[in-house]
């Protein structure tokens, strides 16, 4: 079974801060998937990473695939209040239509 | 295009009782999801079908049924309610293919079991 874990699993900042948050495994995927949630509202697609050691860049946020390909990076730079959400990895299940979701991390930023 | 659509978007059921929710999506992707999402938890995959024709169980498919209607269409049926099926319902669906499953979720559907 390919699991993701996602940490932390809640981080409170305050807008203009940094902060960063991981997404491991130690199985390989073939991609992995990143998605914001606000609330009261279903999870949106950010990013899909799929070459090992790539980076990508949307705006403010940067997302990061390990090597290996087990696991994930994702920085915020200068956080603002309309970052506040949960956020999920995700990758496909192996000979598999589905994919394996983390538990995802709870972002608020405060004023 | 709407993307993935939902329906209803709140209800309430007494123990017991039976419902549908519909599922629909218009971006000619060939897999479709159930999730279920508790408060301040995941997502938990309900079933899922990889293509018109198949469904497979997910990892919590006790209590519900699902129907591939086309290939457009995806419903999810609770035949007997209960409370602990209180929860957010959400679709998805995907163009699965070359080892990357980009998904698009609809608005969810917000389920409570008295």
């Known amino acids: 079974t390919q699991l993701l874990e996602q940490s932390p699993q809640f981080l409170s900042i305050q807008e203009g801060e940094n902060l960063t948050v991981y997404c491991n495994s130690s199985s390989v995927f073939s991609s992995l998937q990143w998605y914001r949630q606000e609330p009261g509202e279903g999870p949106v697609l950010l990013v899909t990473v799929v070459t090992g050691g790539e980076v990508k860049k949307l705006k403010r946020l940067t997302f990061q695939f390990g090597d290996a390909r087990k696991d994930s990076s994702l920085h915020i730079t200068a956080a603002q209040t309309g970052d506040t959400g949960l956020y999920l990895c995700a990758g496909p299940n192996t000979n598999a239509g589905k994919s394996t979701f983390g538990d995802g991390t709870t972002l608020t930023v405060k004023p | 295009n709407a993307g993935v659509t939902q329906t209803p978007k709140f209800q309430v059921l007494k123990t017991g009782q039976s419902m549908t929710l519909q599922c629909a999506q218009d971006m000619n992707h060939n897999s479709m999801y159930w999730y279920r999402q508790d408060p301040g938890m995941g997502l938990r995959l309900i079933y899922y079908?990889?293509?018109?024709?198949?469904?497979d169980k997910g990892e919590v498919p006790n209590g519900y049924n699902v129907s591939r209607l086309n290939k457009r269409e995806f419903s999810l049926r609770l035949e007997s309610a209960a409370p602990s099926q209180t929860s957010v319902y959400f679709c998805?669906?995907?163009?699965?293919?070359?080892?990357?499953?980009?998904?698009?979720f609809g608005p969810g559907t917000r389920l409570t079991v008295t």
């Open positions: 998805a669906s995907s163009f699965a293919g070359q080892g990357v499953h980009e998904q698009y």
């Open positions: 079908s990889a293509s018109e024709g198949t469904t």
